[in-house]
Every structure is written in structure tokens, then in C-alpha cells.
């Protein structure tokens, strides 16, 4: 006879979870969070870099979760394992603002329209990613919370995660935008092409990052006992693989390697402040007849 938390994990899931596939899931992310976390470690690469690592080790919580709902399902085990799960790759699309907006910035161009700033690309997008975030997170709690606030939780979800889709849209045409116009160039020590490099990871990761959210989308908007969130292998497939893809291409094509690293944007930021107070006390002593070296300057009367 079944055990109460074995039927309540028939009543969550609509199935037993797959013990070896969760076990395999979390050895995975582990590794590859640990060797983002390890290579932005070592190649000082900026620090926003981190927030990959990061991401891979709260998913990890999640398999976690999934493993210890397995076989013995509660209420706490299976909204933590639902919100670890859900919610850390939306951090991931945070790298990519960031990561877009530094290609605005090192080119130097002045950008011509408001969309085109740095601090709008990045700043912007991070807090429609926030505001999902909420949306996502908020929906979680309130289905946690009864059965009468499940179906209004389930809605602001499905809501988070659609609006979540309309701005990685938006981004991706400003990161085509970036890629394709040729004045947006900069150099990295080491790098022939850092955009196109930087620009084809970006692709590449935002592709995945959408193909996840349609299909979470499409499992919300179907409900817990719709086809798609009561087959394990859809979201082992468009979710699990999905984003561990999106780990090994952020690994392989290193954004790291197509910024400058923090030692040179450092050394870049002492040089323009010691360049900028050389001149201001340049134009001090030549206000008063002075050269840097306490020498008087004469004009020359004819």
C-alpha cells in the first residue's frame, strides 16, 4: 500500500521522478558550475562573470529538492524544488544584458538613440528581468499557499513568464543591431574579433534561454495535470539539457575571453585619472606662467 508522501508525490507530479536521471542532473550542474565559478576565478575576468556559477549551483538546490521529492513528496519539498528550478536561469539573460552592454561601451560611440546606452541595455533589461522575476516568484508563492490561490498563482506565473519571452525578443534585435553595425568595434589583448565571438555566444544562449521559456509557458498554460507537466521527459529535455547546454557554451565561448579582464579595466581607469589630473595642473601652471616643472614661462615680445 502506498505511503502518504508516495501518493502525494502522485498528486504533485503525476508520476515517480526518475531517481538516476535528478542524480545524473545534479552531478552535472555541479561540475559546470564549479568550472564557470573556477575559470572566471583564474582568467580575472570581470565579475558580473560569477552570476554564471552561481545560477548552476541554485539549480543544483533544485535537482536537490527533486530527489528528496521523489519517492516522498510534501508541499515544502515540491514548491522549493518548483522555485529553484524556475526561477535561477532567469539570471542568466542578466549576463547577456550586461555582456551587450559592455560591447555599447568599450566602442565609444555616442549612442544615438536612448535604447542604445550602456547603462539603458543593461539596466533596463535587468529590471524587466527582476520585474518577471517577481511575477514568476510571487505566482509561486501564492500557489504554495492554498487551492484556492493556485489557479490566480498559476496565472501570474504564466504572466512573468511571458513577459520575460517579450523582452528577450526586444534584446535580441539591440544585440543584432550591435553585432551587425560596423562601428561598434573594440580590442581585447589576444582577440582578433571579441565582438563577433562575444556576439555569436550571445546568440547562441539567448536561443536556448527562449526555447526554455516556451516551453515553461506551454507547461503553466496547460496546468499541472496537461500533457506537458506530466511527462518527465519534456522537462528533462527542454529544461535540464536546455540550460546545461547553455552552461557548456558559456564555458566554451567564454565571454571572459572577449572583455577586458579586470587587471586591464583597472589599469585602464587608474591611467585615465592620473591622465586627467596631469592635464588639469598642466593648464593650472600655464594659467600662471608656470610649466609642470616650476619653470617660468616668458612670452617673447617683438
Known amino acids: 500500500m502506498p505511503t502518504e ?114 547603462k539603458f541595455v543593461t539596466w533596463f533589461f535587468f529590471s524587466s528581468d527582476v520585474f518577471a522575476f517577481f511575477l514568476q516568484g510571487s505566482g509561486g508563492g501564492l500557489q504554495a499557499m492554498s487551492a484556492e490561490k493556485a489557479a490566480l498563482g498559476k496565472t501570474i506565473t504564466l504572466v512573468g513568464l511571458i513577459v520575460q519571452l517579450f523582452f528577450f525578443a526586444s534584446f535580441a534585435l539591440i544585440t543584432i543591431h550591435v553585432h551587425r553595425s560596423p562601428k561598434y568595434q573594440y580590442t581585447v589583448v589576444g582577440q582578433t574579433n571579441p565582438k563577433r565571438n562575444l556576439s555569436i555566444c550571445l546568440y547562441i544562449t539567448l536561443i536556448l534561454l527562449y526555447v526554455r521559456s516556451i516551453y515553461r509557458i506551454a507547461e503553466y498554460a496547460g496546468g499541472y495535470d496537461g500533457v506537458i507537466a506530466t511527462t518527465e521527459w519534456a522537462f528533462y529535455v527542454f529544461d535540464t539539457l536546455v540550460i546545461a547546454i547553455a552552461f557548456v557554451v558559456y564555458y566554451v565561448l567564454f565571454i571572459g575571453n572577449y572583455l577586458p579582464k579586470r587587471n586591464e579595466e583597472e589599469a585602464q581607469t587608474r591611467s585615465t585619472r592620473v591622465n586627467s589630473s596631469s592635464s588639469s595642473v598642466d593648464i593650472n601652471h600655464v594659467e600662471r606662467g608656470e610649466n609642470p616643472e616650476g619653470m617660468r614661462l616668458y612670452q617673447v615680445k617683438k
Open 5 to 118: 508522501g508516495e501518493l502525494n508525490t502522485l498528486r504533485f507530479f503525476h508520476y515517480y521522478p526518475n531517481v538516476p536521471l535528478a542524480i545524473v542532473s545534479l552531478v552535472v550542474y555541479i561540475l559546470l558550475s564549479v568550472a564557470l565559478l573556477v575559470r572566471v576565478y583564474l582568467t580575472k575576468s570581470r565579475n558580473f562573470l560569477y552570476i554564471l556559477g552561481i545560477t548552476g549551483l541554485m539549480e543544483s538546490v533544485g535537482y536537490i529538492f527533486r530527489l528528496v521529492s521523489a519517492k516522498n513528496t510534501t508541499l515544502g519539498t515540491y514548491i522549493g524544488m518548483s522555485l529553484f528550478l524556475l526561477l535561477p536561469p532567469n539570471a542568466l539573460a542578466l549576463v547577456n544584458y550586461k555582456a551587450t552592454g559592455e560591447m555599447i561601451r568599450l566602442s565609444g560611440v555616442p549612442p544615438s538613440r536612448f535604447w542604445l546606452k550602456p
